[in-house]
């Protein structure tokens, strides 16, 4: 279960903080007298976190980020929950969406890889619970672009919401062992391959070809493929859009 959830901060100031640019930037009730932006407080907390991990995000950190006390933090926004909707909502807006073109395969991709590359510049991402999305304006700018992409090709509306929901909870998935596994490599001193050749000695041993034969030949044969950093994310994903689409013409078709 993710350690940190949007959606747990009190709405009205949320949204409103959320919005700030359309409704007014709020003005915090507590501190000193503002002399920075939430703007720049949020975009610290991005860095942090982006630098150490959700886990290190603190008030007093983010100050010591900005050069200012801890208090001050609170003038502009009331507190962690509040702030990591923010953050949620601020990288979602961070590259601007390209205009949608080609098949409804060429987009459910483009959908994918856009999501996958937010993750891989944001990885304290895939930490956070969004079962209650921050509904700031990248955010909803974001939905409304994904919807827009693939409405038109024969989805229901209620499709187009399980089909999104569907494609963008996939990618976290492949996300996450990627980072996993990027993260090992930067830490180990020793690399998979080495990694895999001083346990074989005791891997033949131990592993009897008559107790294992399809994992043995699996396992040789998944070996000898030169795979690189994304195939398994794209693989896993050309077979989730085949199956999208199979669904699509079952519909059309009945």
Request: hydrophobic residues 45%; charged residues 25%; glycine residues 8%.
């Amino acid at each position: 279960m993710a350690a940190d959830s949007t959606g747990l901060g009190e709405p009205d100031l949320t949204l409103r903080l959320l919005w700030r640019e359309r409704l007014g930037r709020p003005v915090g009730t507590r501190g000193p007298k503002q002399r920075s932006s939430v703007d720049e407080v949020v975009g610290a907390a991005v860095q942090l976190a982006d630098d150490e991990g959700l886990e290190a995000l603190s008030m007093r950190r983010i100050a010591d980020r900005l050069g200012m006390k801890p208090m001050s933090v609170y003038t502009y926004v009331p507190g962690r929950a509040e702030l990591i909707d923010l953050m949620v909502d601020h990288v979602a807006g961070e590259v601007p969406l390209p205009a949608a073109s080609g098949s409804l395969r060429d987009r459910l991709a483009l959908i994918a890889r856009l999501q996958w590359n937010e993750y891989l510049c944001h990885p304290w991402l895939l930490s956070v619970d969004t079962s209650r999305p921050p509904l700031g304006p990248h955010i909803s700018d974001h939905w409304e672009w994904c919807l827009r992409a693939i409405d038109g090709f024969g989805f229901d509306d209620v499709d187009l919401d399980r089909v999104l929901t569907m494609l963008l909870g996939f990618v976290a998935g492949p996300a996450r062992a990627h980072l996993d596994a990027e993260r090992l490599r930067q830490s180990s001193a020793e690399s998979d391959d080495a990694w895999w050749a001083r346990n074989a000695p005791l891997l033949d041993r131990i592993m009897e070809p008559e107790r294992y034969p399809v994992s043995g030949r699996v396992g040789q044969a998944a070996g000898a493929v030169d795979v690189g950093p994304t195939d398994a994310f794209d693989f896993a994903l050309a077979r989730l859009i085949d199956g999208i689409e199979a669904y699509l013409a079952s519909t059309t078709a009945g």
